[in-house]
């Protein structure tokens, strides 16, 4: 490849593809690339972890002992040693190893691209993926080239930010979730209730949850406070975290991102729920559910899929969403929160009418505000006029 900047492609692909991409001169190239080693000292993966750019600005971890961490605007994990060092020679950290092999098989751009060529590399099967697919599916036994079904593209990014997660607990020395289900890792205290004032000065008995510090919770990790209320009850108010948002969009007052919200906050009705204090038995309660802490990264999951007696079904519902997202303070604990704005950096979207099949393609931003399409072997600049479609599936904001 020549030092020339570059727009780096990787997806999905099958054998036939690579072989016939990777046999394919490059125009740029004098000789045939080489395969890399698996090298762990090149993971851009360190306690100064990184996956975006913030404003150009370095990130401070929430917690002190880890320091700080610089994020650039490739999105690639860079700068620091620590982490690459301490897995070089462990076992245990599959899905750590694999984006550091991955990040090994492509050359990092020398800077921003011109605006008016696009140098490509040559694509390749991320087969450095195997091990972290099949812990996400053990049933499945065949390779990535082979197998017998598709998966979800947001319940595998929740997986793999879950494992990641863990792993970089485990790498602190913190004890990691052994229950084989791929869950993070959660702090709670179990045995104390705290009673809290909330707004109106109300308190409400309050039991918080939060995952273990680290730098994925740090950058993506959010809280909601769901609150319990019952005639004669004190209000229960639970904290727990997150790493993404889950919105219905089946419902018909739902037509954009905003109304989607407006529908995850809204108050429903507990029949027979049973109470524990005040007057104990079976009462109808009303549940709410607000955001209490925004991470710096938000996750959109609109839920287009769903099971019924027919099986998997795709819901086709046009859902409009904005470059620029200010949350309402309805949906919020504190209507005094700052910082809820938010711009869109990145979009994933299912093509196909079933749930079953069909293919997924990427829209990211650059810092340069070019958006491009990730379309396995493809990448293409698009306006943003393609960028603000109406059938995405995932969605990731950065704050302001």
């Not at 899905?95 to 691209?113: D, R, V, Y």
């Not at 979730?177 to 791929?182: D, E, F, L, R, W």
């Amino acid at each position: 490849m020549s030092d020339q900047p570059q727009v780096l492609l990787f997806g999905s692909f099958s054998e036939d593809e690579v072989i016939s991409w990777l046999n394919k001169p490059s125009e740029n190239a004098k000789k045939p690339a080489k395969s890399k080693p698996l090298d762990l000292n090149s993971l851009k993966i360190s306690s100064d972890i990184s996956f975006g750019s913030f404003n150009g600005e370095s990130h401070k971890s929430t917690d002190a002992s880890k320091g700080s961490s610089n994020l650039n605007p490739t999105g690639i994990c860079k700068n620091g040693k620590g982490i690459r060092a301490r897995i070089a020679q462990k076992t245990g950290y599959p899905t750590l190893a694999a984006f550091g092999e991955f990040i090994s098989e492509f050359k990092m751009p020398a800077g921003a691209s011109s605006k008016d060529t696009m140098q490509t590399g040559r694509p390749f099967s991320p087969a450095m993926f195997e091990v972290v697919l099949k812990n996400f599916t053990p049933d499945v036994p065949n390779s990535i080239s082979g197998r017998p079904r598709q998966e979800d593209a947001q319940e595998f990014l929740s997986f793999v930010m879950h494992q990641m997660h863990d792993e970089l607990l485990k790498l602190e020395g913190q004890a990691s979730n052994a229950n084989g289900n791929g869950s993070s890792l959660v702090s709670s205290v179990e045995d104390d209730d705290w009673e809290t004032v909330g707004p109106k000065n109300k308190s409400a008995v309050t039991r918080t949850q939060n995952f273990a510090p680290s730098e994925v919770r740090a950058i993506f990790g959010g809280q909601l406070r769901s609150v319990v209320r019952a005639r004669g009850n004190k209000d229960s108010a639970t904290v727990q975290p997150f790493f993404l948002l889950h919105l219905d969009i089946s419902h018909d007052g739902v037509a954009n991102i905003e109304d989607a919200l407006r529908l995850y906050s809204m108050p429903e009705t507990l029949d027979e729920y049973r109470t524990t204090s005040g007057k104990a038995g079976v009462v109808t309660a009303r549940k709410s559910v607000n955001l209490q802490t925004l991470p710096k990264i938000m996750i959109l999951h609109l839920k287009r899929f769903g099971y019924g007696t027919n099986g998997s079904t795709k819901l086709h519902k046009p859902v409009r969403f904005p470059l620029e997202l200010l949350l309402s303070r309805d949906l919020l604990v504190s209507t005094a929160t700052k910082d809820r704005k938010y711009t869109l950096i990145a979009s994933v979207t299912h093509h196909g009418r079933e749930a079953s099949k069909g293919h997924y393609t990427a829209d990211a931003c650059y810092p340069n505000q070019q958006w491009f399409r990730f379309d396995d072997a493809s990448v293409t600049a698009i306006s943003t006029n393609k960028v603000l479609h109406d059938q995405a599936y995932i969605l990731f904001y950065k704050r302001l």
